[in-house]
């Protein structure tokens, strides 16, 4: 075949459509009750927003962004997040100057050129939220909560978020030099990557995969020992809300999350079934990003999930999402001028909010019937010459096999009678 679709991208086929809405309803109603408004950047940035917002020594930024330059002009990058493009619009469009905090979320297509695999795909979907503009451990906490909540309606169970705190621009600097006093002597032992990582970004060496380097971190030193009176106090006030909430967590020192702007709070949620696939969620606090990309000092906190991975979940736990809404009548017609007159009849019925599917072609009664089935259409209107005729219809109602024939005119009056 002549052509392919890029690797690691989908299509997304009809098929899988019922999953898709079902999900994508989820967020949105979710979004709406948690007080959250959609905010949708575009999809394209400068290169130089995510360089300075992702961080350029992060595994997105240094690996799997796609950049180009414009004619010639200027460097653009298809978005490997949210939050950076969420942060931009922010500042841009004077969002600080309306009421504090902002909740908003995003739903929408993200590109990360790495290696495919189950779960891992260069476009897939996130569902994204944030509260910005306040310092409050309950922004965290929302933040937490939307996530489970949108797990739990989805029917996911015994959810568990890992959960750490990372310190901010005070602490964080003293857990990083203690990072480095820990693992040097230790340098020759590590995997070949986290010597580069504990150059380059050491906090990445925490959360490594690598073999070698898996049996050193036991010792390693724990962000929650480095934390000052601040940063400690947030995270108790959010561990307590999570209590109060039910909402199970385990406390997960080798969590730092790869993106630079984190500050205090990071979590993640890993589904059943998804193995070494990753997480089905992952979100923090950043309360110095919006500084950084030129705003005024504003904290915020959110959190980003992979819709694949969630249905990929689905699947697997056999979750079933509810059918898509399709037409239910079926107009069969044998004979040009019954053609016509079921093409007006079709308009006149859609126009009144019935869903209706004309058969294509002339073809046998039998071949239609077959079509209506197929289309899972509850009834059908059948129009022959008679029909054409008298003015009449003759409907059928596939599921009871009851038939009947009445004036043209009745035929919506009877299309609802007979709706399942
Ligand atoms: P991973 O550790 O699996 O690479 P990540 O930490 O890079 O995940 P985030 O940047 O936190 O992921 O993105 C949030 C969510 O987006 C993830 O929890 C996951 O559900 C989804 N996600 C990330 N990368 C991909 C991908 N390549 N394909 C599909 N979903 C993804
Ligand atoms: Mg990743």
Same mark, same amino acid.
């Given at each position: 075949?002549?052509?392919q679709?890029? *690797?690691g991208?989908?299509?997304?086929?009809p098929?899988?459509?019922p999953?898709?809405?079902?999900?994508?309803?989820?967020?949105?109603?979710?979004?709406?009750? =948690?007080?959250?408004?959609?905010?949708?950047?575009?999809?394209?940035?400068?290169?130089?927003?995510?360089?300075?917002?992702?961080?350029?020594a992060?595994d997105?930024?240094?690996?799997?962004? =796609?950049?180009?330059?414009?004619?010639?002009?200027d460097?653009?990058?298809?978005?490997?997040?949210f939050?950076?493009?969420?942060?931009?619009? =922010?500042?841009?469009?004077?969002?600080?100057?309306?009421p504090?905090?902002q909740?908003?979320?995003?739903?929408?297509?993200?590109?990360?050129?790495?290696?495919?695999?189950k779960?891992? =795909?260069?476009?897939?979907? +996130?569902?994204?939220?944030?509260?910005?503009?306040?310092?409050?451990?309950?922004?965290?906490?929302e933040?937490?909560?939307?996530?489970?909540?949108?797990?739990?309606r989805?029917?996911?169970?015994?959810?568990?978020? +890992?959960?750490?705190?990372?310190?901010?621009?005070e602490?964080?600097?003293?857990?990083i030099?203690?990072? *480095?006093?820990?693992?040097?002597?230790?340098?020759?032992?590590?995997?070949?990557?986290?010597?580069?990582?504990?150059?380059?970004?050491?906090?990445?060496?925490?959360?490594?995969?690598?073999?070698?380097t898996?049996?050193?971190?036991?010792?390693?030193?724990?962000?929650?020992?480095?934390?000052?009176?601040?940063?400690a106090?947030?995270?108790?006030?959010? *561990?307590?809300?999570?209590?109060?909430a039910g909402?199970r967590?385990?406390?997960?020192?080798?969590?730092? *999350?790869?993106?630079?702007?984190?500050?205090?709070?990071?979590?993640?949620?890993?589904?059943?079934?998804?193995?070494?696939?990753? #997480?089905?969620?992952?979100?923090?606090?950043?309360?110095?990003?919006?500084?950084?990309?030129?705003?005024?000092?504003?904290?915020?906190?959110?959190?980003?999930?992979?819709?694949?991975?969630?249905?990929?979940?689905?699947?697997?736990?056999?979750?079933?999402?509810?059918?898509?809404?399709?037409?239910?009548?079926?107009?069969a017609?044998?004979g040009?001028? #019954?053609?016509?007159?079921?093409? +007006?009849? #079709?308009?006149?019925?859609?126009?009144?909010?019935?869903?209706?599917?004309?058969?294509?072609?002339?073809?046998?009664?039998?071949?239609?019937?077959?079509?209506?089935?197929?289309?899972?259409?509850?009834?059908?209107?059948?129009?022959?010459?008679?029909e054409?005729?008298?003015?009449?219809?003759?409907?059928?109602?596939?599921?009871h096999?009851?038939?009947?024939?009445?004036?043209?005119?009745?035929?919506?009056?009877?299309?609802?009678?007979?709706?399942?």
């Amino acid at each position: 075949m002549k052509y392919q679709r890029v *690797r690691g991208m989908q299509d997304l086929l009809p098929e899988d459509q019922p999953y898709w809405a079902h999900v994508e309803k989820a967020c949105h109603d979710l979004a709406g009750r =948690y007080g959250f408004e959609r905010l949708e950047a575009p999809v394209l940035e400068s290169t130089d927003l995510f360089v300075r917002g992702v961080g350029d020594a992060t595994d997105i930024v240094s690996k799997e962004m =796609y950049s180009f330059v414009d004619k010639g002009e200027d460097a653009l990058t298809l978005r490997p997040e949210f939050t950076a493009g969420v942060m931009r619009a =922010y500042i841009e469009n004077g969002m600080g100057s309306r009421p504090q905090p902002q909740k908003l979320y995003s739903f929408g297509p993200i590109f990360r050129r790495e290696r495919p695999a189950k779960g891992r =795909y260069r476009q897939f979907y +996130q569902f994204n939220a944030e509260v910005i503009g306040t310092p409050d451990a309950l922004a965290d906490l929302e933040i937490m909560q939307i996530a489970h909540g949108l797990y739990s309606r989805l029917g996911f169970t015994n959810l568990v978020f +890992q959960l750490n705190s990372t310190g901010d621009p005070e602490c964080k600097p003293r857990f990083i030099q203690a990072l *480095r006093d820990y693992f040097t002597p230790l340098m020759d032992r590590l995997a070949p990557l986290d010597r580069e990582r504990l150059a380059k970004n050491p906090l990445r060496v925490l959360d490594t995969k690598e073999r070698e380097t898996l049996p050193l971190l036991a010792d390693a030193p724990r962000f929650v020992d480095y934390l000052n009176a601040a940063c400690a106090e947030h995270f108790a006030e959010l *561990r307590a809300y999570l209590d109060d909430a039910g909402i199970r967590y385990e406390i997960n020192h080798r969590l730092v *999350r790869g993106l630079d702007y984190y500050t205090k709070t990071v979590f993640e949620l890993w589904g059943e079934g998804l193995g070494a696939q990753g #997480a089905l969620c992952g979100g923090g606090r950043y309360d110095g990003l919006i500084e950084a990309l030129g705003g005024a000092p504003t904290p915020g906190v959110g959190f980003a999930t992979g819709i694949e991975r969630i249905i990929m979940s689905m699947r697997e736990l056999g979750v079933q999402p509810a059918p898509l809404p399709r037409p239910d009548v079926f107009i069969a017609h044998l004979g040009p001028a #019954a053609k016509r007159v079921a093409v +007006q009849l #079709a308009a006149q019925l859609r126009a009144e909010g019935t869903g209706v599917r004309v058969a294509f072609g002339a073809r046998s009664l039998k071949a239609q019937m077959k079509d209506a089935d197929r289309a899972g259409c509850a009834l059908a209107l059948l129009i022959g010459d008679d029909e054409v005729r008298d003015g009449t219809v003759t409907a059928r109602d596939l599921a009871h096999s009851e038939q009947a024939t009445l004036a043209r005119a009745d035929a919506a009056g009877w299309i609802r009678a007979h709706l399942p």
